[in-house]
């Protein structure tokens, strides 16, 4: 397996309240994220979400779609949401939030292995072509974001 770590900051002017509800309510992401092809809840966790497991299919630039779940292991409301994903990737992926002064700061970092034969095969030569789909997926969420909060989501990303 190969592992891959990418960090993605963005910034806006909308509230933090309404950024963290979008962002929280994952099963609603195939409605304004591009990339995401479904959402499934196979199972619930308690009424902040924690221990909730849900399937995801996402679909970037690249001719392939990867499907995995991810268990919700962190809730701390407008602070912090963190999850595993376990399937065709595996690994931790946490959102955390914050203020800047008028700004609403969005950070998330995904440290996942992928575990496709072909991906693990191929990752040498090709961590420069999935560094650049996942950055394609995440603009895609900002725009979409960018769209549902009526405010300017711009990418910051390192």
């Given amino acids: 397996m190969k592992e891959y770590h990418f960090v993605t900051i963005w910034r806006t002017k909308a509230p933090l309240s309404e950024v963290y509800r979008e962002i929280h309510a994952s099963d609603s992401w195939p409605q304004w994220w591009p990339a995401v092809k479904k959402v499934e809840t196979l199972s619930k966790g308690n009424d902040q979400d924690l221990g909730t497991v849900r399937r995801m299919t996402w679909k970037g630039a690249l001719p392939y779609s990867l499907a995995f779940d991810m268990k919700s292991t ?7 949401l963190a999850g595993d994903a376990f399937g065709e990737l595996e690994g931790h ?6 203020r800047e002064g008028e700004d609403t700061i969005i950070r998330y970092d995904w440290k996942v292995y992928t575990t496709k034969a072909w991906m693990n095969l191929f990752a040498p030569i090709a961590k420069p072509m999935f560094q650049w789909n996942h950055d394609h997926v995440m603009k895609g969420g900002a725009e979409g974001l960018s769209q549902r909060l009526g405010a300017a989501v711009i990418d910051e990303s390192p």
Avoid: A, L, M, T
């Avoid at 962190?74 to 912090?80: F, R």
């Avoid at 992926?93 to 914050?98: C, D, K, L, N, T």
């Fill in 93 to 98: 992926g946490r959102w955390e939030f914050s």
């Fill in 74 to 80: 962190i809730v701390e409301p407008e602070k912090v």
